[in-house]
């Protein structure tokens, strides 16, 4: 088995050096949180690696009805949660380990990156438990809270139907009022992830549904608690059909479940009726940052393997590494796996910022869509970059890295298709509030540049400036181009969205490296390297990825073509 790798250095880099974690919370030192990440990591290296290529051979299966996950997830769920590694950044009232969000970020994306697929059950069931405690009522907190946190009971989230996927405002499934002030419930859902499997003892599908006279489309669905046992563990009427072959995450079961075939499924409201797409959207919200780290987190790993196999494979007699083509593609893994931690963990402090009152979520609803597509798309391409690094032995199973192809794509696809994230992005991100949001952090990114004149980045400063500045040209035209010609405007919202990401990620790749740039003034000593190594990080970026900018832009503004009209 390859050996488990992880940037810690890079972690914390972010953490203390360019977030000041602990000045945020003065009850954590760096220390406190340095011993939470490394155990956390031990835990990954030693329990949670050696699943995933096991995992990954075994998958899951159905029997006469019974989904069965691999074996090897029973002992390390168990330990998991024994652990308390579940309970980590919940309030400790309902008996979790408080931490930062930002370090709560980095241990989800050390679990994703160590076993992708072990990590779904994880994080659906946190989304889940999430929901019950903003929205439950006190009495589904008191029954249900307790066995999730124990890592008893999982959770899901059931939105998808055959008829309606991208679209979810055309589900079908039915709630209707029973005299006890329940809903039976009856409909089919489907990919339904981790949707009935042997991992738990019971588990809790958070349901979208329509109840009768319900308006049509998203404004006519509500959200249903339905446990697959009642809680004094009488069967509710939830089965699973059947479970999906499919390319990666084979650890993790994709459920077609039917909800009510007996007419004996009983849900519970959660909120009110109609209610159900906001409710649900604090729970897509966290998954989609989620699937961010998700693809984050597969980059980061298979840079690093990749990076190890370079240095030993020797080819024309030197290491790979030292060959031209190797080190860009190396470099260009790098430095995008490192811009995406970075994106990913300033979200988490974000977060943190927000709990602590100092201010409001619209800069986590800008960037939620930015990390769930671009680090998921980037994500991707950087694993697929590892099979080339690795030659022949990167499309063999031996080297691990083929999975992370395989396990990293379905990012780009479940919780709103990255296409669905564009336009979201586009119109409701930007084009609602004229880039009032956008604007605003703009303004920071211009702090940034002038503050690092002095280090001589002449060029790269100036390409990340001008990419802003023409930013203004996309917007003036997508204003003119809206009334008549929407349909080409949407047309143009992932290129917008990938241009606005590069800006993104070449700013906080800057701010890292002017800090770096600062902390070499300081001293030279052994982490000297590293320190170097986030400067490259940022000119490399810059010359491969910021610059594509140019072109997306004439693509969107210069030819200004109207494909929406074009006969495929
Ligand atoms: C492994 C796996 C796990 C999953 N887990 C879950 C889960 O736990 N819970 C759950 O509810 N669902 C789950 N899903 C479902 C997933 O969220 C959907 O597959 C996804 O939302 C896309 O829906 P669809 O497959 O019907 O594709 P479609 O909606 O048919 O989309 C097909 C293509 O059309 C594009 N498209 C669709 N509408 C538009 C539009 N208006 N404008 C522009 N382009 C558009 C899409 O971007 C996509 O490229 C899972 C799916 C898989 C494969």
Redesign the pocket.
Known sequence: MVLYKADLRDIYFNLFDFLNLPTLYPQFNDQDIRSIIEEFNKFMSQEVWPTREMADKAGVHINNGVVTVPTCFHELNQKFCENGWFKLGYPEEIGGIWVPYAVSIACTSLLNGANASYSIFIE?THGAMNIILKFGTPQMKEQWISPMMEGQFGG?????EPGA???VGALSTMATPRSDGKYQIKGT?L???AGDNDLYKNIVHLVLARTPGAPKGTKGISLFMVPKFSYDGQSNDVVCNKI?E?MG?HGSP?CELVFGGNDNCVGEIIGQECEGMAQMFVMMNEVRLFCGVQGESQANLAYMLSESYARERIQFGKPIIDLPDVKRMLLKMRSKARGLRALNLYIGSLFDRKHLGEITEAEIALLTPISKAYSTDEGFNVCVEACQVHGGYGYIKDYAVEQFVRDAK?AT?????N??QA?DFLTRKVLKDQAKILNELFLKIHIAIKKAQPYGWHKELALLSLSIAKTKDILNFYEKSKTSKMDAVLGTAVDFLNYISRIVLAWLLLEQASLAKEKLGLIRDADGEYLESKITDYLFYSHQDLALNAGLFHSICVFGEDYSKIIV
Do not use: H, N
């Open positions: 659906l899901t989230m059931c939105l998808t996927g991208s679209d859902k990919f339904i992830s999906e499919k995450i994709t379905i696809i479940y919780e709103g298709t296409g669905i336009m």
